[in-house]
């Protein structure tokens, strides 16, 4: 069938519109006078085009999409039905499409969610200390799963229809080097999930220099493999999000604070987003993929330098009224001060009511003291120590270290005020020597590294082989 065809409007209603009655009557004598056999051809010809017309209805079926009948007769042999008259007055047909009623597809089990405990369980082999932390996410991840497998899951029906479980994302505040970051690492490693990092730093309003705030969603569905479905179910970590918030006082528009803060509601909320496939950007090259972000647990995570003066002067304030009221330093060295963070207080330092909606569950993470720092150094499955011991294992040599060697080793972390992530540098620095001299000796069976050796006053330890 002919679907788009070029007609001039004004010849169209001329066609439509001057039929008259004598061309009618000329019309009916003709069919009347008409041979036998030219009117068996015309039923012929007439059942071919009823049979075309019927195999494009089926078409249009087919495709989901309804054309209304116009029964004005024929314009030079066409159904007039089948012409688009608004296209050709530049109006355009209206289609209506029918919807897709949405099939819930089960992706997993109920029983294959991790139990709050499992989880902790699992974060206290590569998480030092952050007892509060760990069980809060593990609470908050636990029921994210549980509320993905009522919107997806048939068998969910079971449990009631009539109550929505809204999502649980989660806001991090803690220092620098708290191990923010290392936390959803570990915690997505373990549910086995694909996990997108971004800054939000990076982040600006849409048609400003930057990314966009899609870059986000664009990164997990390459950390999925391309998989949507996958993508779907993952985690989103936006780091630095305190740097996005609302400026005091400025005269310009706020395109990477408030205004990222607000066009990150949407993702946070849950929404079908287009997203462009290996590429931050879009443009008419690019394939695009639709991500629906509902289910995926967007946590969001923040030093918040300052928030500590904002709640230790909203507690002073409200403890400071009448007799036997609080000393005004009473809150100066609480190490704890974070957790007793209020919404109130994030609205001071610049984060908006609605964005603070979205992120319901507030995880704070304490700063590190020397005695974490070097129980981070022994105490995880994959502590840097044990992968230095490994690594020397493998050349049949022993590597030890002295309580006062990791000591030190942790207060140089200390200094540096970049927590955990420092032990790391310093270790690679001594440990550069002890790697590329002791391979020389296939005599050589230990070593230990001592404190005078760190500061540079000695050497390390070494012991020889013994053969018996």
Not at 126 to 137: L, P, R, S
Not at 321 to 335: A, E, N, Q, V
Not at 339 to 355: A, H, Y
Not at 433 to 451: A, L, Y
Request: with cysteine.
């Amino acid at each position: 069938m002919l679907k788009n065809m070029y007609l001039d409007p004004e010849k169209a209603k001329d066609v439509i519109g001057h039929t008259g009655d004598g061309e009618k009557e000329e019309e009916q004598t003709a069919a009347n006078t008409a041979d036998p056999a030219d009117n068996a051809d015309e039923d012929k010809t007439q059942t071919v085009e009823d049979a075309d017309e019927s195999d494009d209805n089926e078409d249009f079926e087919e495709d989901g999409e309804e054309m209304e009948e116009i029964p004005l007769g024929n314009i030079f042999g066409i159904p007039v039905g089948q012409i688009d008259l608004g296209a050709l007055m530049g109006q355009g047909h209206k289609r209506s499409k029918k919807k897709k009623k949405k099939v819930k597809k089960e992706l997993f089990k109920l029983s294959e969610i991790p139990a709050p405990h499992a989880i902790k369980a699992q974060l206290d082999e590569y998480v030092i200390g952050q007892e509060q932390a760990k069980k809060v996410i593990s609470v908050a991840v636990y029921n994210h799963y549980k509320r993905v497998f009522s919107k997806t899951s048939p068998d969910a029906e079971k449990y009631g229809t009539d109550v929505e479980i809204e999502k649980s994302n989660i806001l991090m505040i803690g220092p620098t080097g708290s191990g923010k970051t290392y936390l959803v690492k570990t915690l997505a490693k373990l549910l086995d999930v694909p996990l997108a990092i971004a800054d939000a730093t990076s982040l600006t309003e849409a048609g400003y220099i930057g990314d966009d705030i899609e870059s986000v969603l664009t990164k997990l569905l390459a950390a999925a493999g391309g998989d949507v479905q996958k993508a779907e179910m993952g985690i989103v970590f936006i780091d630095e999000i305190d740097k996005i918030a609302k400026k005091k006082s400025t005269n310009t528009r706020d395109v990477s604070g408030e205004s990222v803060q607000q066009e990150l509601l949407k993702l946070l909320e849950g929404a079908d987003v287009e997203v462009p496939v290996g590429t931050g950007q879009k443009n008419a090259m690019t394939p695009m993929e639709m991500v629906n972000t509902d289910n995926i647990l967007f946590i969001c995570g923040g030093a918040f330098p300052d928030l500590e003066t904002i709640i230790k002067e909203r507690l002073t304030n409200t403890t400071s009224i009448g007799f036997g009221s609080d000393p005004k330093d009473k809150y100066d060295k609480d190490p704890d001060i974070l957790s007793k963070v209020t919404n109130q207080d994030l609205r001071e330092f610049g984060m908006i009511p609605e964005f603070l909606g979205r992120l319901p569950v507030t995880v704070t993470l304490q700063g590190l003291t020397k005695d974490f720092l070097v129980r981070i150094l022994k105490e995880p499955k994959n502590a840097i120590l044990k992968q230095y011991r490994k690594l020397l294992a493998m050349d049949e040599v022993n590597l030890n270290f002295d309580d006062d060697a990791l000591e030190w080793i942790a207060e140089q972390a200390l200094k540096k005020d970049t927590g955990a992530r420092a032990l790391r540098a310093i270790i690679e620095e001594f440990m550069l020597d002890i790697m590329f001299e002791i391979p020389k000796d296939p005599e050589i069976g230990s070593v230990t590294i001592t404190r005078a050796y760190l500061e540079k006053h000695g050497g390390p330890r070494i012991e020889m082989r013994e053969y018996s």
